[in-house]
């Protein structure tokens, strides 16, 4: 069956590149349908392809009665950055790039996916972006944990705005910033965590209960 769907080699080898592409974005199966010149039901076949062997998975929505409108489509990660940046053809990653920020987020995201995971606990991770662009990058479990994640070595009262935002619409145990600034320190209700003791926490078991 597998073999069937992915007999136009040409068609599922520019599919892999469009989807480096789409890695840690919302996938929007219209506009990779026409960058590979098939139709939208066969993109659909060709990331659960990538989710059946373990290639990738898919990041959803967090939509749990919401005041404001909600983006709905899932977010699709590689398994693994190297992926992506193979079929990209990126040598090397400048710190302070758009593609080091998105490769730290992708980072963040594949260590709570693990901890979820090896832990036994098993939680649900999503993430929230609403209509008018407010967003945050995970939300663990039943939105008992809210993480931004930021690449910037210098967190500011401006990136705090989807987690306050995302605290406005529900209760929430814990809001977190991760990022590359040194210091740990908090900003009202919201912990501003270096990312190294972030995964400290997180692995110790005190992030999610």
Same mark, same amino acid.
């Given at each position: 069956m597998m073999e069937a769907k992915i007999r136009n080699i040409a068609s599922f080898s520019r599919f892999l590149e469009v989807a480096a592409f789409s890695n840690g974005e919302i996938v929007n199966y219209t506009n990779i349908a026409s960058e590979c010149g098939v139709s939208a039901p066969t993109i659909r076949e060709y990331f659960q392809i990538l989710v059946d062997t373990l290639t990738g998975r898919f990041l959803p929505s967090f939509q749990k009665k919401p005041k404001r409108r909600v983006i709905l489509s899932p977010k699709f990660y590689y398994f693994d950055i190297g992926i992506a940046n193979y079929f990209l053809k990126r040598k090397s990653i400048e710190q302070g790039s758009e593609a080091f920020g998105?490769? @730290?987020?992708? @980072?963040?995201?594949?260590?709570?996916?693990?901890?979820?995971?090896?832990?036994g606990k098993n939680y649900p991770i999503s993430y929230w972006r609403t209509a008018s662009q407010l967003e945050i990058d995970f939300v663990l479990g039943d939105h008992e944990v809210a993480i931004e994640v930021k690449a910037t070595k210098q967190v500011n009262h401006r990136h705090l705005k989807g987690l306050k935002s995302f605290e406005e619409e529900y209760k929430v145990k814990k809001l977190i910033l991760v990022s590359n600034d040194p210091y740990q320190r908090q900003i009202g209700g919201i912990m501003l965590l270096p990312w190294k003791t972030f995964l400290d926490k997180l692995w110790e078991g005190k992030i999610i209960v």
């Open positions: 998105k490769a @730290f987020e992708h @980072f963040i995201y594949h260590e709570i996916y693990c901890h979820s995971s090896y832990s």
